[in-house]
């Protein structure tokens, strides 16, 4: 146990988003995706849901900056205007934590599932409403500016 750690962030899951490079993106998803099937190392934190678990990673983990939208969700019934709560939430969390105006990038179901091949990790939860899928884009972790 670590002090100032979210305790959901285990040395497993520290480890993986300590590895990632900027550039790097992370898939949060509910209990429906098929995790296993994108060939890359999962995370399976349990009976949390993903607005939980987007309050931790978010914050130790750094969105990009050099990017327009490297916040992604997946799109809810094929209505890019159609937001879940859930989504909702995690937006709000995620624009507390980043230091610029942020937006969704929308993907499609079918685009998402294929964009997963190439993800880094995936964090799994037993989040029980679908759509609960997100692409987070690792950003830099700057200097502290000097006085």
């Not at 490297?70 to 995620?94: C, F, G, K, N, Y």
């Not at 937006?103 to 759509?131: C, G, K, M, N």
């Amino acid at each position: 146990m670590l002090k100032g750690i979210d305790p959901l962030l285990s040395g497993e899951l520290l480890r993986i988003l300590d590895e990632m490079g900027h550039g790097d993106e992370l898939l949060l998803v509910d209990r429906n995706f098929p995790a296993a099937a994108t060939g890359r190392p999962v995370v399976r934190l349990g009976e949390v849901g993903v607005v939980r678990a987007a309050s931790a990673i978010l914050g130790v983990f750094p969105l990009d900056e050099f990017i327009e939208r490297p916040l992604a969700r997946m799109e809810v019934h094929e209505d890019p205007t159609l937001t879940t709560s859930e989504q909702d939430e995690i937006l709000d969390i995620a624009r507390r934590e980043h230091p610029r105006a942020l937006e969704w990038e929308i993907v499609p179901r079918l685009d998402f599932y294929e964009r997963s091949r190439r993800a880094y990790a995936v964090v799994h939860t037993l989040e029980p409403r679908p759509w609960g899928c997100f692409i987070l884009s690792k950003g830099v972790v700057f200097p502290p500016a000097e006085a």
